[in-house]
């Protein structure tokens, strides 16, 4: 049966016609395939494989209490976002919400700054594995590939980038399979691991999860940084940065929406199961990696300085079980790009569905077998390839730009890539500061999940969590600082933000995108369409397009 077979439930298709659009995608997903895409986004494989030796090494073993901190913090968000995915189940999530909270300009720029997050992160996903994907290759084959070359990053995050178009092209039921296969690999490479090391590699009782191993002293940080012997005001700022990293993307399951079978019901159910079951699984593999972590100074330098990889070479020795987690681990990266790119396209799409982007008659497609906007998941696969391109440009000496310097050996695609998250972590903010307004102007939701009076607290916390991280991790405390040497590199992350937003700027004052996404509004109101015509083909959904 092809995917436009499936039948639709009544509701959700006319729950998407009261909001001014007929199903043109296709309504397949289950509550698993939407919990999958979420929680593939938000990877604690990606995460913690990648991280862990920041948090490590600034931190020291007690920075796993730091995770429940996140993941609280990110709760109240993500149950603001529940109530405004069940109310307003919509392609391009943010984007639509903001756009009915807070007028079409607000909407705008909210999406614009996730977007460009989106897209970062596909390339920061991407350009993450090659070091894994090279150990496994020559592992198997007796290759000698050096994941650390430009050229090999480039090829192999061309690849990826390649499979999950190819896989979020053919069709959202195949992109919810993916995710679902993905979900498993996720719980083998944490939990199923951690059983493991716990089993068989540990090599300290649990009160070592409460030291810091002496990492907010200059003499013995193995990273060589000074905290001035302060935890919670100095290591513990940037150790919160590695889960502050891991717990976004459970709004996906947003961005897919019209695609979920019940949405109203399933996506907030996404979202949440999503952030909570990814900080338990997260809080389960970092303890028991920490709790594997040889004994000695040397034993701990090493764990923080070479992460993940020197643990577990040190606690596996049987090379089967070596190339099975390697597996593992080049899978998660894979379903997490094939996860943020479906987000993005989506995003895309409905953007261009309002006319809120250049491009926006091809941007808008359907194609009719598969149902898919392969117009705009092409863009969110040329633009991160094009981005990727930056791995071949690392200074070797401090560039000046004015009072900013762009220090020596950081490559580019490393300080672009901290717009990743901040970029995530300001659209989330604008969103939930829109929530707050309307609800102080009277607005109500409008879905079977609703928070009631409950609302204006959850609001009110969440920005407090969440501004208080922006500024966390924006904050340039110069180039010798902790924070300026391992992170953000100063002023760079506030740089590329600047960037993002003049661009921005530019567009929105000469194309006034939010006049366009008006007259789209105006238009699809004066043609209502009926439930059948969603089935009509691509020009259906904008006749004077």
């Not at 006319?14 to 986004?41: D, I, K, P, W």
């Not at 997260?282 to 000695?296: D, K, R």
């Not at 220090?407 to 939930?432: D, E």
């Amino acid at each position: 049966m092809e995917a436009n077979d499936t039948p639709v439930p009544k509701s959700d298709e006319a729950r998407l016609n009261e909001l001014g659009y007929h199903q043109e995608l296709s309504r397949v997903m289950t509550l698993f395939e939407n919990f999958s895409v979420a929680f593939c986004y938000l990877s604690p494989v990606v995460g913690i494989y990648s991280l862990y030796a920041l948090s490590l090494g600034t931190g020291g073993p007690a920075f796993i209490w730091l995770i429940p901190l996140v993941v609280i913090g990110q709760l109240f968000v993500a149950l603001i976002f529940g109530e405004l995915g069940s109310s307003y189940p919509i392609a391009g999530a943010l984007f639509q919400w903001s756009k009915r909270l807070m007028g079409s300009g607000y909407g705008w720029w909210v999406g614009w700054m996730y977007g460009w997050a989106l897209i970062i992160t596909v390339a920061s996903v991407d350009t993450g594995v090659p070091s894994y994907f090279a150990d496994l290759v020559n592992n198997l084959f007796g290759t000698h590939l050096n994941g650390a070359s430009p050229n090999t990053i480039l090829l192999i995050s061309t690849l990826y980038l390649a499979g999950q178009t190819l896989f979020n092209v053919y069709g959202v039921k195949f992109l919810g399979s993916i995710s679902r296969i993905g979900t498993w690999f996720e719980v083998l490479g944490t939990v199923g691991l951690a059983i493991i090391l716990l089993a068989f590699a540990t090599h300290h009782s649990l009160g070592y999860l409460f030291t810091t191993q002496g990492t907010t002293h200059l003499k013995t940080s193995p990273l060589g940084v000074n905290f001035g012997g302060n935890w919670w005001a100095g290591a513990a700022l940037i150790a919160v940065l590695g889960p502050v990293y891991i717990f976004y993307g459970f709004e996906s399951a947003g961005d897919v929406a019209e695609e979920v079978v019940d949405a109203s019901r399933h996506v907030p159910r996404a979202m949440v199961s999503a952030l909570i079951f990814g900080g338990i699984v997260s809080m389960i593999l970092v303890g028991a990696l920490s709790l594997a972590i040889p004994s000695g100074p040397k034993g701990f330098a090493l764990a923080a300085t070479q992460g993940v990889p020197a643990i577990l070479s040190s606690a596996i020795s049987a090379k089967f079980f070596q190339d099975l987690i390697l597996f593992i681990i080049c899978f998660a990266f894979f379903s997490c790009g094939l996860a943020v790119q479906g987000a993005g396209a989506r995003l895309v799409f409905s953007y261009a569905r309002d006319r809120a982007v250049p491009g926006h008659r091809v941007l808008r497609r359907i194609s009719p077998r598969r149902r898919t906007p392969v117009a705009a998941i092409l863009l969110a696969a040329i633009i991160p390839e094009l981005l990727s391109f930056l791995v071949h440009f690392t200074p070797t000496k401090p560039i000046h730009i004015g009072f900013i310097v762009y220090p020596a050996h950081v490559n580019a695609l490393t300080a672009l890539v901290s717009f990743g998250v901040s970029g995530i972590y300001i659209s989330f903010q604008m969103v939930v500061l829109a929530y707050l307004i309307a609800r102080l102007r009277g607005w109500k939701a409008e879905g079977s999940f609703q928070l009631g009076r409950w609302g204006y607290l959850v609001a009110v916390l969440g920005l407090i969590y969440g501004v208080g991280m922006i500024v966390n991790i924006i904050a340039p405390t110069g180039l010798n600082s902790p924070r300026g040497e391992l992170f953000n590199f100063d002023w760079l992350t506030i740089l590329v933000i600047t960037i993002i937003v003049i661009i921005g700027a530019l567009y929105f004052v000469l194309g006034r995108p939010h006049h366009a996404i008006r007259a789209a509004e105006v238009e699809r109101r004066a043609n209502v369409p009926t439930p059948t015509q969603g089935l009509q083909g691509d020009e259906a959904a904008n006749p004077s397009d």
